[in-house]
């Protein structure tokens, strides 16, 4: 204890030296009590709480410079330096020789062997001073005064005895003459420390230790302006007192998805390290599939739309561990959807020939129709209620994988390091519910879409039909990058259904940046547009009507459906519609200062977070966004459609309308007056005998 | 988001995939020192940028020692020479309220929309509205709605100024995923109707704002945590674009806008 004492001393001397000198121009006040005054070289001791009451702490910086030492010598309380300290004051030059002593001693830098002999000194310069007086610094702070004496005075008075013992040499005058006034400080020193003790009913602490643990952290920290926030320091010395009880385990809890987060993506990492010699090396490099997300990050990032940089390399292992795992012929990073609760990381794939994954799901469903529909005719044979004759529409059939909207496959995570999800193919039917309702992604592939119309299907169908329409509106590339295939024989039908085959040009030669930024006429979407039907290819519903319904007895007259027909593919983007005298596109160059070398970059107007640069020959399509298309007026829940005429209106099913209140009160006239009628045929018929007779 | 930790902050900021190129950013670490000296701002926060047909508005703003008076708006379009806004009035937003669409990109630009008079028989109104009061007004909703701190990085000394707390070591983990953590980097308005209980326990120096608990519509907020759960995002569904970062036990905070400038009023179904 006397140890940190002292060593919180030394702190305090060396950091109160500077103190010391102004402090000196304090001390020619008038004197108050004794009391605070002896509580110089306490004050000392204790080190650190001094610190920021100003004039008072620096006032004991002296004293305590000798009493350090010979406390540090003695290894025992302060109480001879009380009466050392109070001498002190009075006596400016005193002080000033303390002031080089204290000095002396930050210069030694080690602690307690030099300061003797310096104190010594002092003390002996300083004793001549006491007058108990002069209290002009300790004035301001009575209270802190006594706070640093009370500690010390509470020590035994043996340590006393012994001090006076080792200091007796030198200190003979003073102490002794200072030795009958004392009592009294001491007294009230001892008093104002009790109380400063006293613990609070409420919640244990002291004053006196929060004091000196928040003047501890005030001197270690020696944050700038401490007076300004020194109540909210007050605050988390007392808060931090409360958290060291914290369990540790709690601490650990909080972490740990952190930690399980850090450890999934360490493993993204690790998967690099394929051992092998250097064959292997060479074939992954000869057939890797995976694109260079890194270099189209850098592009992107030049018109200001990107992930960050560690971000996108860790995006850039989860396609390749993508890749690695699935039979992938190409694979692009799509973009990131975000969400409610999580994103979604998109990732657009090519399977190899012949390596279709898909799950027949379609028969399933048709077959379900099929069956309801024969069930309804089989009811209506046996309880002969009125046949409805509404039949649902024909369901539309989704396109054949590597067609259409479903050209290509898609795989998303929540974040990188997680697995890879593969959304299910898009049914025309999902694309044109999705283009009338517009909902948040939540982040769970599960989650229901409660919506009107209803969706059919969750979350994770809802976010394949947006990618699909995303992909179809805003997917570009620069003029001649793409075209089409040579001829084929079978030309005649493809050209019905408009073309859905390209390659890629060999002899494609860029696209001055600058002819990119200007006309949009150098950009044409190369991904399909879907028609209205849901669907990029039409299919007529009336040629498989009539096969169907020719078991039928009623038929309907085949509609006259017109073929919905779609901007053929390759269209420039400047034949895209306008919103609202708003072109559906903007075109910017990526940096307005260094134009020679500045890329291309086009965003989408319609779909807000699409993005499309072009460096001449390089190009890429990129997404980041909520997933929800443009519009300039408020979105607008469709109308339910008006109560179906399911059955067909009879005399058996129709409802009699209510009838009017004239013709209630008719009815009920006519009704009496078949009541009257009898009775008068009786009252007639007596009176007709009466008139008979 | 601070200049003084602009570079740190976009990184945070770039889950929300805008963010700023790198000559943008470089003019921007420049321009800002700039505007700090020439018209002594204590802080000096880039706001964000709203996307126009033609060019975007960079936005920053500047705050004198107290936190909460109210902001100067500076813009750019370049990032190198900034103009100051006006400051916005209620007037001004009823005006703005009739005007839909995007921003042009040109301040000069007006907007024209008739106003329908109800009272006299005269012709409508042609009301000419320029894109600089949009601007201004569409900022200063947007700052109202949606600009946060955390619980804590600002207290309020009993004088009434307010501070920015030197102390503030960052919300614990536990907190960070709470709406009630975070404030509306605002005048409260919503304070004086809690109840006595609520007060009770309640900081004064801290808690002198309204929490984002209670926001309307309930669900306008997406919190996440991003980077393996080291970094908290809101994003505010209210005015998509929007973005708060927060990186939990450290002092990084900071929010930037970057979007069209045009509220979400669809929020309620697609929630």
Redesign the interface.
């Known amino acids: 204890m006397e140890d940190s004492t002292t060593l919180k001393q030394e702190k305090e001397n060396q950091q109160l030296a500077e103190a010391v000198q102004p402090w000196e121009e304090e001390t020619a006040a008038s004197p108050q009590d004794l009391g605070p005054e002896s509580f110089g070289p306490w004050e000392v001791e204790w080190a650190p709480d001094p610190g920021p009451r100003p004039r008072s702490s620096r006032a004991r910086t002296p004293e305590p410079v000798g009493p350090v030492a010979e406390q540090a010598a003695s290894s025992s309380p302060p109480s001879p330096q009380k009466p050392l300290s109070t001498l002190a004051r009075q006596d400016l030059g005193a002080l000033r020789q303390l002031d080089r002593i204290t000095n002396g001693t930050l210069d030694a830098g080690t602690p307690l062997s030099d300061p003797p002999g310096q104190s010594t000194d002092a003390r002996e310069s300083a004793p001549p001073s006491q007058s108990g007086q002069d209290t002009s610094a300790l004035t301001q702070q009575p209270d802190p005064s006594s706070k640093p004496s009370k500690p010390q005075e509470l020590r035994p008075g043996s340590a006393q005895e012994e001090a006076w013992s080792s200091h007796q040499n030198r200190d003979q005058p003073g102490p002794k003459a200072s030795e009958a006034a004392p009592s009294t400080l001491e007294i009230a020193v001892q008093n104002a420390k009790v109380y400063l003790l006293r613990a609070s009913s409420k919640t244990g602490l002291n004053l006196y230790d929060h004091l000196s643990n928040m003047l501890t952290k005030i001197l270690d920290e020696r944050?700038e302006n401490a007076i300004?926030?020194i109540?909210?320091?007050s605050q988390?010395v007392k808060m931090a007192h409360f958290s060291k009880k914290l369990d540790t385990l709690q601490n650990e809890n909080?972490?740990l998805?952190?930690y399980?987060?850090?450890e999934?993506?360490k493993a993204l990492f690790l998967q690099g390290h394929l051992e092998g010699a250097d064959q292997e090396l060479e074939d992954e490099i000869a057939e890797s599939s995976l694109p260079n997300v890194v270099e189209s990050a850098f592009y992107f990032?030049?018109?200001?739309?990107?992930?960050?940089?560690d971000?996108t390399y860790r995006i850039f292992l989860a396609l390749k561990q993508l890749t690695d795992t699935h039979p992938v012929q190409r694979c692009r990073f799509w973009g990131?959807i975000?969400?409610?609760?999580?994103?979604y990381i998109v990732a657009e794939v090519e399977f190899r020939e012949g390596e279709d994954e898909e799950v027949e799901e379609e028969d399933a469903t048709e077959a379900e129709e099929r069956d309801n529909g024969e069930s309804e005719v089989d009811k209506d044979e046996e309880d002969e209620l009125p046949k409805s004759f509404y039949k649902p529409p024909q369901a539309i059939p989704k396109e054949e994988s590597r067609t259409g909207a479903n050209k290509y496959v898609y795989f998303v995570c929540n974040?990188p390091?997680r697995p890879w999800v593969k959304l299910p193919s898009v049914s025309p039917a999902q694309i044109v519910t999705a283009r009338n309702?517009?909902?948040?992604f939540t982040g769970r592939l599960d989650a229901p879409i409660i919506s009107y119309p209803p969706f059919p299907g969750n979350e994770s169908n809802y976010l394949r039909a947006q990618i699909a329409r995303i992909s179809a509106g805003t997917h570009v590339s620069p003029l001649g990058f793409y075209q089409f295939g040579e001829e084929e024989g079978e030309e005649e039908e493809e050209v019905e259904s408009g073309r859905d085959s390209f390659e890629e040009n060999p002899d494609f030669e860029g696209i001055q940046v600058l002819d990119l930024v200007e006309s949009l006429s150098n950009w044409v979407h190369h991904v399909q547009h879907i028609l209205p039907q849901g669907r990029c290819t039409w299919f007529n519903p009336i040629a498989k009507n009539e096969e169907e319904e020719e078991e039928d007895e009623e038929k309907e007259e085949p509609d006259y459906i017109e073929q919905e027909v779609g901007p053929p593919l390759l269209t420039p983007i400047s034949e895209d519609l306008e919103i609202?005298n708003?072109?559906a596109w903007?075109t910017r160059l990526?940096?307005?200062?260094?134009p020679q070398y500045g890329t291309a970059v086009l965003?989408s107007?319609l779909w807000?977070?699409a993005y499309a640069f072009c460096t001449g020959k390089k190009f890429e399509n990129f997404y980041?966004?909520?997933g929800?298309k443009?519009s300039?007026?408020?979105?607008t829940?469709p109308v339910p459609p008006p109560v179906y005429q399911e059955y067909p209106s009879g005399p058996e099913i129709i409802e009699m309308d209510d009838p009017s209140v004239e013709e209630e009160q008719a009815f009920k006239a006519a009704q009496e007056a078949a009541e009257l009628a009898p009775e008068d045929n009786e009252e007639t018929g007596e009176g007709e005998d009466d008139a008979d007779n | 988001m601070d200049a003084e930790s602009l570079l740190l902050s976009l990184e945070l900021a770039a889950g929300s995939g805008l963010g700023l190129s790198p000559d943008r950013r470089a003019a921007l670490l420049t321009s800002l020192q700039l505007v700090k000296r020439d018209y002594r701002y204590d802080r000096v926060l880039f706001w964000g940028r709203i996307l126009g047909i033609v060019a975007d508005y960079y936005i920053a703003q500047g705050l004198s020692e107290d936190q909460l008076a109210p902001r100067k708006t500076l813009y750019s379009l370049n990032c190198i020479e900034w103009s100051l806004l006006p400051p916005a009035t209620e007037e001004r937003a009823t005006q703005m309220a009739m005007v839909k669409g995007r921003f042009m990109g040109d301040p000069s630009h007006e907007y024209e929309h008739t106003e329908f008079q109800k009272m006299t028989a005269e012709d409508d109104v042609v009301v000419q509205v320029k894109e600089e009061t949009r601007l201004v007004s569409v900022i200063d909703q947007i700052d109202k709605a949606v600009a946060i701190i955390p619980r804590g990085a600002l207290f309020k000394t009993p004088f009434g100024p307010v501070h920015v707390n030197r102390t503030f070591e960052g919300l614990p983990l536990s907190e960070a995923r709470k709406l009630s953590s975070y404030f509306h980097f605002r005048e409260p308005v919503g304070l004086k109707n809690k109840t006595l209980l609520e007060k009770a326990d309640l900081d004064p120096s801290l808690d002198f704002l309204d929490s984002l608990e209670h926001d309307i519509p309930k669900g306008s907020w997406s919190i996440q945590m991003e980077r393996g759960n080291s970094l908290v995002v809101l994003r505010s569904l209210l005015w998509p674009g929007f973005t708060f970062f927060h990186t939990p036990r450290t002092r990084n905070h900071g929010y930037i806008y970057v979007g069209t400038g045009e509220k979400n009023m669809d929020l309620p179904f697609m929630l």
Not at chain 1, 437 to 440: D, G, T, V, Y
Not at chain 1, 632 to 635: F, K, L, P, Q, R
């Open positions: 944050p300004d926030f109540e909210t320091i988390d909080e972490m998805p952190t399980e987060m850090a999934r993506q990032e030049q018109a200001g739309v990107g992930l960050g940089t971000e990131k975000l969400g409610l609760e999580m994103n974040e390091g309702i517009k909902k948040f609202q708003i072109p903007t990526s940096s307005s200062l260094i965003q107007n807000p977070g980041i966004g909520w929800h443009y300039v007026d408020n979105y829940p």
